[in-house]
């Protein structure tokens, strides 16, 4: 039965990023006591990474994507890391700015593909949903006006953020591929997420202004 690594100390973890930083100074390939310290130190992190990218973005897969971008970032710069703040709230500020990198693009898709129109106030009622609030919307209005294989193609482009060329490679589409497919699907999905976002601003504040 496996055990979970145990976390190594504050003194530790910053000796362990020195180790790393005069090997990469010297031009040194790293040792293998170095190399079982890493491991050991990203494995006893790695777990509650993933539970902040999970919560922050609420699909498993795109998760379990940056926590890896999480863990060779902060590899990446591991010989940055000078013990001013805890390793765990350093390595998880790195993955908290990776999720929200993400989330923002998936608002930005939105409007860089036409879906909303950035002048009507769509996009920033958009922006102030939280991500899996925001991935919901999606997939309601998707519903409502589209065929299976076009709500497929939606949910991958706006809520996984896939680019069109897997999008197109992945559902194995012919012609335009995917780009021809979302197409067709923007001006319907258009006007019911705007619809849906008018409903959820009867007692959203984020969608009307302040009274006076």
């Known amino acids: 039965m496996s055990s979970t690594p145990s976390r190594p100390g504050p003194g530790s973890e910053l000796r362990i990023a020195g180790r790393l930083r005069d090997a990469r100074e010297a031009a040194r390939t790293t040792s293998p006591s170095l190399a079982a310290d890493l491991e050991r130190l990203f494995e006893a992190h790695q777990g509650r990474v993933r539970a902040l990218c999970l919560k922050m973005v609420r699909d498993p897969e795109r998760a379990d994507e940056l926590v890896q971008e999480t863990l060779l970032v902060a590899f990446s710069k591991l010989g940055e890391f000078d013990g001013q703040a805890r390793f765990g709230t350093w390595i998880y500020g790195i993955g908290r700015n990776l999720c929200l990198n993400a989330i923002r693009k998936r608002g930005e898709l939105l409007s860089e593909d036409g879906v909303v129109d950035c002048e009507d106030g769509s996009t920033d009622a958009l922006a102030a949903l939280e991500a899996g609030e925001r991935a919901e ?24 953020g896939m680019p069109l060329e897997r999008i197109t490679e992945l559902l194995e589409l012919e012609g335009t591929g995917a780009r021809g497919l979302l ?7 258009g006007r019911e997420l705007r619809s849906q976002l ?14 006076d």
């Open 183 to 189: 197409q067709r699907c923007r001006r319907k999905l």
């Open 137 to 160: 919307l999606v997939r309601l209005a998707a519903a409502a006006v589209l065929d299976p294989g076009e709500q497929e193609a939606v949910h991958l482009r706006y809520v996984m």
């Open 198 to 211: 008018e409903g959820l601003g009867h007692g959203s504040s984020f969608l009307r202004p302040p009274s």
